[in-house]
């Protein structure tokens, strides 16, 4: 059974930091995509950060709005992504959800329920 659980969110006074992490199973972990999206409130969801599967190209690719202040990245070993969040502002205010994608099967297309993430003073 796919599963991709979120943890690491919570409330933060802008300029903190979070980190998120991912843990998946039931699916070859190292050969998918792997992303974080967000969706803040009245808005459409939205990539903030993903790593390809090494056999793809393992770039990472992130918004512009979180260039220089998130890092994904992710341990095809332990079958977790992450993603380190410095210098938050209230606009990344969201729920964010664990996204696994195939770089080939665009129907493998799995997602966590999301972890919310409150950034206020």
């Known amino acids: 059974q796919v599963q991709l659980v979120e943890s690491g969110g919570g409330l933060v006074q802008p300029g903190g930091s979070l980190r998120l992490s991912c843990a998946a199973s039931g699916f070859t972990f190292s050969t998918y995509h792997m992303s974080w999206y967000r969706q803040g409130p009245g808005k459409e969801r939205e990539l903030v950060a993903r790593?390809?599967?090494?056999?793809?190209?393992?770039?990472?690719r992130y918004a512009d709005s979180v260039k220089g202040r998130f890092t994904i990245f992710r341990d095809n070993k332990k079958n977790t992504v992450s993603l380190q969040m410095n210098n938050l502002k209230p606009e990344d205010t969201a729920v964010y959800y664990c996204?696994?994608?195939?770089?080939?099967?665009?129907?493998?297309?799995?997602w966590g329920q999301g972890t919310q993430v409150t950034v206020s003073s």
């Open positions: 790593i390809s599967s090494l056999s793809y190209d393992g770039r990472t």
């Open positions: 996204n696994a994608r195939h770089p080939e099967i665009d129907i493998w297309d799995y």
